[in-house]
């Protein structure tokens, strides 16, 4: 090794180790209404941006995760002149129990709104108990 | 990208500005009229180009044809509401987040506007108004002659 030649630097990890995005996009976590109705649990949450291609719903294990991917709008020829907000991809995840039948989980987009719809499991649902006399 | 905050905190004339809005907020916010929807909801960004200029918002989850958008001189005024989810007997909410009510929001804009010639457009819950720049106000090219 010749004199002075420099080393190549080791880039030290994070541990543990957290799982990054391969695009350099910023991300948000959208926000979410949740409502329990009596057959299903339903979640809403807020994607601008977002349609039924660019939205991925997994359920992996008892983790929910909802993410979206926005392109976001290049101008060629403007330039910005009043900048509010800020546009990028949309993740959130969420635990969920098992007492959401998950091969009947439905997931529709609309406007930029997501709503997924949790069916409750069968034997989850309250069941009235008939009693008898006697 | 862009960083929004970058453009408020410009210069040092800006931190007084700032103040001064911060102060205003306070007011309205112990003032009891604050609403979930306040006065400069929804954040737009504003691009300029030769001919048009370009006014985006997010606002998903709304009714197209609810919308109200108006233009007077050059000032541009964006309302509509967003109801808020009705939950029939014996459903509750977990969580909420998303805001719903009514949204009015008027904005000058730095440049004079053809207020007949005003497009929108609202896709995937995002709004674009394409507005085109009045014949006065479009830049000129100046020709340089040389004595």
Do not use: C
């Not at chain 2, 905190?9 to 112990?30: C, D, K, S, W, Y």
């Amino acid at each position: 090794m010749e004199h002075g030649e420099r080393k190549v630097q080791k880039k030290e990890a994070q541990t543990p180790m957290e799982a990054e995005r391969t695009r350099n996009q910023k991300v948000y976590a959208p926000a979410v209404d949740i409502y329990e109705a009596k057959e299903a649990m339903v979640v809403i949450a807020d994607m601008p941006g977002v349609d039924d291609k660019s939205v991925d719903i997994t359920l992996d294990k008892n983790v929910l995760t909802i993410t979206g991917t926005v392109e976001p709008a290049s101008y060629k020829g403007y330039s910005i002149v009043h900048a509010e907000y800020d546009v990028g991809d949309y993740e959130r995840a969420f635990t969920i129990s098992d007492e959401v039948d998950r091969d009947r989980i439905e997931a529709s987009v609309k406007n930029g709104v997501v709503r997924l719809t949790l069916p409750k499991a069968e034997r989850v649902k309250a069941k009235k108990i008939a009693v008898k006399t006697g | 990208m862009f960083w929004p905050e970058v453009w408020r905190f410009g210069g040092v004339t800006e931190p007084m500005r700032e103040i001064q809005r911060l102060q205003r907020e306070m007011n309205r916010l112990f003032s009891g009229v604050f609403q979930p929807f306040s006065r400069d909801f929804p954040p737009v960004n504003v691009w300029v180009g030769e001919e048009d200029a370009i006014v985006t918002a997010e606002i998903p989850g709304m009714d197209p044809g609810k919308m109200d958008i108006s233009v007077v001189g050059d000032a541009l005024t964006l309302s509509g509401a967003r109801e808020r989810e009705v939950l029939k007997e014996g459903e509750s909410y977990h969580r909420q987040e998303r805001s719903h009510g009514h949204f009015t929001r008027t904005m000058q804009l730095p440049l004079k506007i053809d207020a007949d010639k005003v497009e929108a457009r609202y896709d995937k819950g995002a709004l674009r108004i394409t507005l085109q720049r009045a014949e006065a106000d479009k830049p000129k090219k100046v020709a340089v002659k040389s004595a």
